[in-house]
């Protein structure tokens, strides 16, 4: 049996889906399942049992060229339906929903197709008020497929694990406990004050080792905002570390401080204890799921407008720094034990 998936947004949203794959794999337990996904998500799901199979969109590039190449966009388009109508599927899932996913859906040669949003011939779900796991919940149903555990997971190698034994024997010799904080998120306006971060990070400093982790491009910033708490106990990580390193030093940590942007998802898929600053989104649709998650927002001021450049309200910054820092006293505080992530190679 073949069993087609789609799912290619933004890390977070792809991450979404990594408990839908496993109940269908649940549900189907000798089928091949084949992921058709962004390539910058592939890392994700390497070591993942569930999935069979691979499809890999050239999305980001794809996003940049297809004004000024559209000659390659154009063959790199074809050549990927080319592939997968290779395959004849006995179902089909496009758990994203948007026009760039449903093309593939579409084209797929699959004798049951589903759909999450509003599209013709295709049998569908769309609830976009409710979370984006709940929905997607939705489009499984449709199937007849039982969706009670579709929780998240992340599965790493013991190479991931070396690498993050090694960083910390290196940075946090004193093994205190680790805070993992990523002040950066994919809007401006769903980002808290780089100064509010360095005041808390000074803070929990006193108490433990603060790793700030983003994207390479955001390292000379943290370098700035490190430079002005002057404590030894808070470390750089910004764009060392590969997207498994990453979930599994998340793993070990003790709390994660974010906005709503892809480290939050790693942390709720792992169960580490979570403290999420939302502004212009809604966490009732896309927010972290479980006992371990605090949520902060100004909700006094909040419209949750989803803006993405510039929110006149400010609404994020209104949430101070002390609320957030007795937050992360009450998780640290705590004799808390993450669970594992799943590990291909039989540790778990």
């Not at 073949?2 to 649940?26: E, F, P, W």
């Amino acid at each position: 049996m073949n069993i087609l998936v789609i799912k290619q947004t933004s890390l977070g949203d792809v991450l979404h889906a990594s408990g839908h794959i496993r109940a269908i794999k649940k549900a189907y337990p000798g089928c091949n399942i084949t992921l058709l996904t962004a390539s910058s998500s592939y890392e994700l799901f390497r070591y993942n049992p569930n999935i069979d199979e691979f499809l890999l969109f050239e999305k980001d590039r794809v996003r940049r060229l297809w004004m000024r190449h559209p000659l390659w966009t154009t063959k790199h388009i074809l050549e990927l339906i080319r592939r997968l109508r290779k395959t004849h599927y006995d179902l089909a899932f496009d758990l994203q929903g948007r026009a760039r996913s449903v093309l593939f859906l579409y084209a797929a040669r699959a004798q049951n197709k589903f759909v999450k949003g509003r599209w013709l011939g295709l049998k569908r779900y769309h609830k976009p008020e409710i979370h984006a796991i709940e929905e997607m919940n939705g489009v499984l149903r449709l199937a007849g497929i039982n969706t009670e555990h579709t929780a998240m997971e992340i599965f790493t190698s013991d190479s991931e694990c070396q690498a993050i034994d090694t960083l910390l024997t290196r940075i946090n010799p004193q093994s205190k406990r680790v805070v993992i904080v990523s002040p950066f998120t994919r809007w401006a306006t769903k980002n808290w004050d780089a100064d509010k971060f360095a005041s808390l990070a000074a803070r929990v400093a006193q108490h433990a080792m603060v790793i700030f982790t983003s994207s390479a491009d955001k390292s000379i910033e943290i370098d700035q905002l490190i430079a002005s708490t002057r404590s030894p106990y808070i470390f750089n990580a910004a764009g060392t570390l590969s997207l498994l390193e990453f979930a599994e030093l998340v793993r070990r940590a003790d709390l994660v401080v974010t906005g709503d942007s892809f480290p939050m998802h790693v942390a709720s898929a792992v169960h580490t204890p979570l403290i999420a600053l939302f502004g212009p989104t809604d966490e009732k649709r896309v927010g972290p799921i479980g006992r371990h998650v605090t949520v902060i927002r100004a909700d006094e001021v909040c419209r949750r407008c989803y803006r993405r450049n510039r929110c006149t309200r400010n609404c994020i910054n209104h949430v101070p720094v002390a609320k957030v820092f007795e937050e992360a006293r009450h998780w640290l505080g705590e004799q808390i034990v993450p669970v594992s992530i799943g590990v291909r190679s039989g540790r778990s």
